[in-house]
């Protein structure tokens, strides 16, 4: 794609910065505008709260060790309004903090010291997700899963899910009664080839299926089948 088509493309997304780092935020900001992005920076957690709660961006790149407020506490309290994806970055990838963040509503983890054509490639991959027109409705089992509106609906109840969670569920109902394998759905979800040791779908997995038996606890959706994949049960 040309440069100038490159920036038509990307001049209505908006990133936040969070990093208290200033020699690595004034790099972030560089490299991000000159790939067409508008990007802000700010220093502190309670900084982000508020912007992204008054002018939600398109995405957060969220540093995890902040003062006083940490990266984990920013995710919580603006997860139940901000939809947006949230790319959060670490000192060291680890499980623990893995399935912290996660649960906190984290869509994506990138380990520091950034490398900058990763960075570029996950923002991308998150974008797209969010940015992909579609019309369809899929009705499996008792759920309505709408890709236009991003919304899951059980037995007439909304179930709120965060970016990630939605596009995990599209990927298992799309191939509904069908294996899918774990590093196939890792490298849709994560933009990478598999290294075959991370655990991050298992994590969003668990989540997707805690939040499915809050209206039907009784049924089976997700099925685990060792050493192949998962499986979506269609009825």
């Known amino acids: 794609m040309p440069q100038t088509e490159k920036l038509k493309s990307m001049e209505q997304h908006k990133l936040l910065i969070v990093e208290d780092d200033i020699r690595i935020a004034k790099l972030l900001v560089q490299f991000l505008s000159s790939e067409g992005f508008l990007a802000t920076w700010v220093e502190t957690g309670e900084e982000a709260v508020e912007i992204i709660k008054q002018t939600p961006p398109d995405l957060v790149i969220l540093d995890l060790m902040l003062p006083k407020m940490d990266g984990v506490e920013v995710c919580s309290a603006v997860r139940p309004e901000f939809k947006n994806s949230i790319l959060m970055l670490t000192a060291h990838e680890g499980d623990i903090q893995e399935v912290t963040a996660l649960n906190a509503g984290v ?108 209206a039907n606890p009784d049924k089976e959706y997700i099925r685990t089948l060792r050493q192949l994949g998962y499986i979506f049960i269609k009825d």
């Open 107 to 214: 869509d994506d983890f990138l380990a520091k010291p950034i490398r900058t054509h990763v960075l570029l490639a996950r923002i991308n991959a998150l974008l797209r997700r969010q940015d992909k027109p579609s019309q369809s409705i899929l009705k499996v089992a008792d759920l309505v899963v709408d890709h236009n509106k991003r919304c899951l609906s059980q037995a007439g109840q909304v179930i709120p899910l965060v970016d990630s969670e939605f596009e995990l569920l599209w990927i298992l109902v799309s191939h509904a009664g069908s294996i899918v394998k774990r590093e196939d759905l890792f490298s849709m979800l994560r933009g990478k080839d598999y290294d075959g040791l991370d655990r991050s779908i298992d994590m969003r997995i668990s989540k997707l299926r805690k939040k499915l038996s809050t």
